[in-house]
């Protein structure tokens, strides 16, 4: 499998060239699922303005190349979130013109936001939509500043750029940090990108929503969305195709055929994508560290006592969340391998040489200059500061990314193990029980086929080739699933003592 070559742009902007090189510019675990779902939609939202979303012409062998550009729509985000007065001036219950005056005297600064006056019947009209904007907010628990906060994607009026405390000055990619891009990436060469473009302009984006209309009102009559945007180059993502691609587009295509509102397919593929990109992720680890096994992620469902599949899927979470830190490790010194270090040695100055030769192969260009001392010496400075600059951000995406998307707990004292809670579980029957509903058993194997999500015995033996524990701890764990299910409203158990799940979302007709 051929890795593309990457932009010159990106290789000079880090101080070394490995953790991008195997999973692609970038993952960061600052970015939560939702963030990158987020940038995702405002990437597919400039690139459709041009025709282009999804749909982005690159010639064989070559990586895509094209710019994007979001509003920073700063007015707005200042009425919804950098505004403190509102509530308390509403509270002190004055009169609606005395309202509207002081409100006006404190908040007006950049903008004039008197217009609001005319646009709204009284002040508490305007109080309670913005107070509607807060309260459904994307992650409202989250500790943020305003500036990288962000309204529900009611539509595309409602879609913005990450910005810095400065907010008209340059991004600085914490939260918008290039995962939407790889997330866009992945579906534009799935080969099912424009018509997923088409699903996702008509059901999640359309403009006919009344609370994505809303946003016009709260805007200056006067204001230019174009103006002052955040424009960007695309990312990079290291691999022309791969079957990720088209599972990913898979699970979009069956989610946005279900006959549910779009507001409420956003959480579902939220969830879904990071689990995709997170099997992207430990794919592409195996395949670094020179492992042909396929991703394993052991389910414990929740129980009342600690079982033989709560130890086992804890061992199987540590052995996950590590997998990235071996791949980094191999991918370094698979240098090592290299003609070009063997001749190192026999050179005129062999540190010179084995600083040139690492130099050009990962792009390394450490912040205090290159290390002296001899080749292995420097070679090993190397692979310490690959594994410290993976540690800072890439390593903890498993961890944060498979809690944030209901996947794992986490459990002071007890640890980290995969369980997932009911949000991800209805996310995993809405893409899998395609024909109204699936059998149990039939079910739980697609759960291991599609998300490599094991549950049960069968599913077990399948990917260790053994059970690795316990028969009837397996079969406990079939049956607490099925309890929950049922609670859920997902499952029945018909007078043929056959159980099935089923998805209340039929299709589109």
Not at 322 to 336: G, K, N, P, T
Not at 427 to 453: N, P, Q, W
Not at 459 to 470: I, V
Request: net charge neutral.
């Amino acid at each position: 499998m051929n890795r593309l070559d990457p932009p010159s742009r990106f290789t000079k902007d880090v101080n070394i060239w490995i953790d991008e090189a195997i999973w692609g510019h970038r993952f960061y675990n600052d970015q939560t699922p939702w963030l990158v779902l987020l940038e995702f939609l405002s990437i597919f939202v400039s690139r459709q303005t041009t025709g282009h979303a999804l749909n982005e012409n690159n010639q064989t062998g070559s990586h895509e190349q094209f710019s994007y550009s979001i509003p920073r729509l700063i007015p707005l985000r200042e009425l919804i979130f950098n505004n403190p007065h509102l509530q308390y001036i509403e509270s002190v219950g004055r009169s609606d013109t005395e309202m509207w005056n002081s409100w006006l005297k404190q908040f007006n600064d950049d903008y004039d936001f008197s217009f609001l006056k005319e646009k709204f019947v009284s002040f508490s009209r305007l109080a309670r939509i913005v107070e509607f904007y807060q309260t459904t907010s994307v992650e409202p628990h989250r500790q943020r500043r305003w500036s990288s906060k962000f309204i529900f994607p009611y539509g595309s009026n409602c879609l913005y750029a990450d910005l810095p405390t400065n907010i008209n000055g340059s991004p600085d990619r914490r939260f918008f940090a290039r995962g939407g891009e790889l997330l866009y990436l992945m579906l534009n060469r799935s080969g099912s990108g424009p018509e997923i473009s088409n699903k996702i302009s008509s059901i999640l984006l359309s403009d006919d929503k009344s609370w994505n209309n809303v946003i016009n009102a709260l805007l200056p009559p006067d204001y230019d969305r174009s103006s002052n945007s955040v424009t960007n180059r695309i990312g990079y993502l290291p691999f022309e195709t791969r079957p990720e691609y088209s599972e990913l587009a898979s699970t979009w295509l069956q989610l946005l055929d279900l006959d549910v509102p779009g507001e409420a397919l956003l959480d579902p593929l939220m969830r879904l994508s990071s689990l995709h990109m997170l099997l992207y992720m430990l794919r592409r680890s195996n395949e670094e560290i020179g492992s042909d096994s396929e991703p394993k992620i052991v389910l414990e469902i929740a129980s009342p006592k600690r079982t033989s599949i709560f130890e086992l899927s804890k061992e199987n979470f540590s052995a996950n969340r590590v997998l990235s830190s071996r791949a980094v490790r191999a991918y370094a010194e698979s240098a090592l391998n290299a003609p070009e270090w063997f001749s190192v040695h026999s050179a005129v100055s062999p540190p010179e040489a084995a600083r040139l030769f690492l130099t050009e192969r990962f792009f390394w260009n450490p912040d205090d200059g290159a290390p002296s001392g001899d080749p292995e010496t420097i070679f090993n400075s190397l692979r310490s500061y690959a594994d410290k600059r993976h540690q800072q951000h890439v390593a903890k995406v498993h961890s944060e990314w498979s809690r944030q998307i209901g996947l794992s707990v986490s459990r002071r004292g007890a640890g980290t193990w995969y369980s997932p809670d009911d949000l991800l579980l209805k996310a995993l029957v809405m893409c899998i029980v395609t024909d109204g509903r699936e059998e149990y058993h039939r079910f739980l194997s697609k759960l291991y086929e599609r998300f490599r999500l094991i549950v049960g015995v069968a599913e077990a033996e399948k990917a260790f080739g053994h059970l690795p524990s316990d028969q009837n701890a397996f079969m406990q764990n079939t049956q607490r699933l099925e309890q929950r299910l049922r609670t859920l409203g997902l499952l029945r158990r018909l007078s043929d003592d056959c159980a099935y799940v089923e998805n209340p979302f039929g299709g589109r007709s």
